[in-house]
């Protein structure tokens, strides 16, 4: 299942934002992109997951045109997860369920609450499931976002920034859980991300943008010092521990 995206381009009130980008993923794969603030790529992920009108651009899913599906149909296949969407007042199950929404006709049946249950198991959060998600904590919280999105049964999930606003130890839980779940499911995930040490740790794939363009895509051999010097206009070294790069700011 190869999804594929081709020549993504989109202009905010005639500027360029997003400029020709294409790349494509395996299952079980996840690729983060990374680029300084403005660089375009929150507005990439939502050129790709169809909410931008006017983007220029093609996705397939196994060699099949998606671009165009109608919203009910895609939301069966691609899962969003935005950088903060609160369901204010509703319990974390609650939340979860609205997930099902691209399934559900008259009323919620049984395989809608069983698959809530199933993923509320999977992401560890059983204890808080009937906690209303005004009182949890961010990292429980970006937990039950994709939870919500994964519960949608996709084939691709996005997600915008998930690790934003937490502490070490959550945004390394957040990860290994979602690393988890991709290969569990054999999914196409793509992130994006600020953290370019926590991204090469956790990432199968990296693609660097400059300027809405892609100015490099690959592994890990991408992060070199040249390379954050020129995107990110910053002075590193980068040290290899244990295969991973290290970015150090000098």
Not at 150 to 178: C, F, G, M, Y
Request: proline content about 4%.
């Amino acid at each position: 299942m190869t999804f594929s995206v081709e020549g993504v381009s989109h202009a905010y009130h005639g500027r360029q934002v997003v400029s020709d980008v294409s790349f494509s993923l395996e299952p079980g794969q996840l690729m983060t992109i990374m680029g300084p603030n403005g660089v375009g790529k929150t507005t990439l992920l939502k050129c790709i997951v169809g909410i931008l009108p006017g983007s220029m651009g093609r996705m397939t899913l196994d060699g099949e045109d998606i671009t165009n599906v109608r919203p009910r149909e895609k939301a069966r296949l691609m899962g969003y997860v935005p950088q903060r969407s609160y369901v204010s007042g509703s319990t974390v199950f609650e939340s979860v369920l609205l997930g099902r929404r691209p399934y559900i006709t008259w009323d919620v049946s049984e395989e809608d609450l069983d698959k809530v249950s199933e993923m509320i198991s999977a992401m560890g959060l059983e204890d808080l499931s009937e906690k209303k998600v005004d009182s949890i904590s961010g990292g429980e919280y970006q937990l039950v976002q994709i939870a919500r999105a994964l519960v949608q049964d996709p084939r691709v999930i996005l997600l915008d920034e998930p690790t934003n606003n937490l502490d070490v130890a959550n945004q390394e839980n957040v990860l290994k859980v979602l690393r988890a779940l991709i290969e569990e499911r054999g999914l196409c995930a793509i992130m994006t991300n600020h953290d370019i040490n926590l991204s090469a740790r956790h990432s199968d794939r990296l693609l660097l943008l400059k300027e809405g363009r892609i100015y490099a895509s690959g592994g890990k051999e991408i992060i070199t010092s040249e390379a954050i010097l020129d995107v990110y206009g910053m002075r590193v070294e980068v040290e290899r521990i244990h295969g991973n790069p290290v970015v150090i700011p000098i």
